[in-house]
């Protein structure tokens, strides 16, 4: 059969042998240290990122004018790989008296930016809605706006920022 | 029983697998080559390159996963990769290492052949496409110095850009375009990525394609004389242990070079420094002759000895045409590689030894290769990005105090930023020696720090605005 012969007339080398399990071994080995290495350099700093907050100064609470629906920008700081990316991101702040809610601007659906519209929180992307206090009035959202922890220190407002995972009917943080 | 069904299903699958894909025709094909002669170690090299080139696609494609390849990110990007990332030391290692490796294995290769007369007649164009290798493989080194923009790469590659700019008639073109500029910046950065990580591999792949292809049909030469002629061996077994073995020991001097010699990173490219430019060794011989080369004679060893070089090697195949392929008895061919080799490890310890005694060198590059591992092993610091102070500041560093102004800028310059007289100030934090303590007490006594040409008058300084400076100076960071 043809096949069992190459064009040199040599018959076809037996496959097994001592030397080609060392030679299979090697190769397995080498591939063996450098896959475990770069799967666990491609993988491992995406577990590793924080973006734990410190608490951020508002300004004074008493420039929060009464029931109204107010924005500010917060900066954030994410550490991925090599930098420090420090970037803003919204909340919301209503005042009632001494009652105070922060809102992160986060629609808890799908992630976009929630805003206002007369006396409620609207999120345009798929058309969820929330009273002022943060209660679900229509729309596919699962749950209400997720609340920020904050304090108040000399009279100040101070907040601490987080994002939640999406999706969820409970508020759940992201870290 | 359960292993001869296993092996039933298993050549069933095979033959189904041969039928749809030849496979057997192609591992047949792949591991039967005959060998004139047998296996030998000789024969090694040009496996082993080719594992190299592995490496390098592999490595350098999961180095790209972090890398930023603009001015203001590659330096930091590449410490992340060494110094945070689990595993960055070991696949910048190998990738560090690796190229070299891939000189040197490429020149063995191309000596073997050479003393083997492998090149001769029905393999010019196989020996033509393995010596264009050689180049590419130069051309990636030169250009993957660069990428760590460190103040070894930046000024290696201004001095090698600078080199290719004086070549007559085209080299300020050249330059230019090389450069992307009139000025090393970070669009020259994006060119030498492109060139590393797109143009060379496709280039280099292809070439590797058409070597593989021209070696198999001409088969392999043998040994030089025709004695073992009627002796055949097939790649496999053999001649694939000899490979995977030497593939092995690279492999392994690999991983304990980037273990015990990391691969070296120093401070980020300050251009305002006076750094020392040293090229990587295989570069040497060049440098070397460059220094008995003054004006216009430079062309001497940046083109003409290269061009002759590759030239004559590029064909040689052409005007070597005789039969004898021992090396004894081709005395000319045979010193001419002594010498090219010889003469070359010779300027490369020869600059290294006028380097070694000439004290002023010598002192600067020893002063630089502390600065380097002071920065080496510092931890790594993230850059930030967009931060709150550039936001409040305009991403301006802070405004100097008015006790800088009033004793230390009149030398250093307004901003730190140096001045003839003086040094530039900004990163001194990230020097060796340059802690918070030590720069407190060069301003007490400058003498003690062999800062000779500072004045002594500096201590009369109250304390608390001594403080106030060096408070300052730590937030001055290099860009």
Sequence with gaps: MATEHDHDGAPAPERRSFLGVISGLIVAGISTVLGVTIGRYSISPAFSTSNEQEWTD??????FAEGKLVKKNVIVSQDAGWGKFQSQRSVWIVRNGESVKV???????????VNTRADKFVCACHGSEWNVEGSTVAGPTPRGLDTLEFRVEDGKLKIKYQDFKQGLTSKEVLS | MAESKLQKLYLGFYDWLDERTGVKEITREALDEPIRGGARWAYVFGSVLLFLFAIQVVTGIVLSLYYAPTADHAHVSVSYIQKAVTGGWLLRGLHHYGATAMVIVAVAHLAQTFLFGAYKKKRELLWGAGVLMLLIILGFSFTGYLLPWDQAAYFGTKV???????????????????LGGSDMTTVTLSRFFTTHVFLLPLALAGLVGLHLYLFRR???????????????ERFYPKQAFKDSIAILICFVVLVAMAKYYPAELGPVADPTSDYLARPPWYFMPLFQLLK?????????????????????????????RREERNPLKRPLATALLVLVIGGSIGLIFLAKYQDRNNPEFAEKLKRQDEEMRAYFDKPFEPQVIGGASSLANGGKPAEPPKAYAENCGVCHGDNAEGNPIAPTLIGVAGKPQRSKEDLLKIIDNPKAYGLKDMPDTLSKIPPEDKQKIVEWLLTLKAQ
Excluded at chain 1, 58 to 63: A, C, K, M, P, T
Excluded at chain 2, 160 to 177: C, H, K, Y
Excluded at chain 2, 218 to 232: E, L
Aim: net charge neutral; charged share 10%.
């Design chain 1, 58 to 63: 508002l300004g004074s609470l008493g420039e």
């Design chain 1, 103 to 113: 809102f992160s601007g986060v629609c808890p659906h799908l992630g976009c930016s």
């Design chain 2, 160 to 178: 090698g850009t600078s080199i290719a700019g004086e070549i007559p008639v085209v080299g300020s073109v050249q330059q230019r375009v090389m």
């Design chain 2, 218 to 232: 001409a088969t392999p030469a043998g040994p030089f004389h025709n004695r073992d002629d009627k002796k055949i």
């Design chain 2, 292 to 320: 008995y080369s003054p004006g216009k004679w430079a062309i001497v060893p940046t083109v003409i000895l290269p061009a002759v070089l590759f030239g004559t090697l590029f064909l040689l195949p052409f005007f070597d």
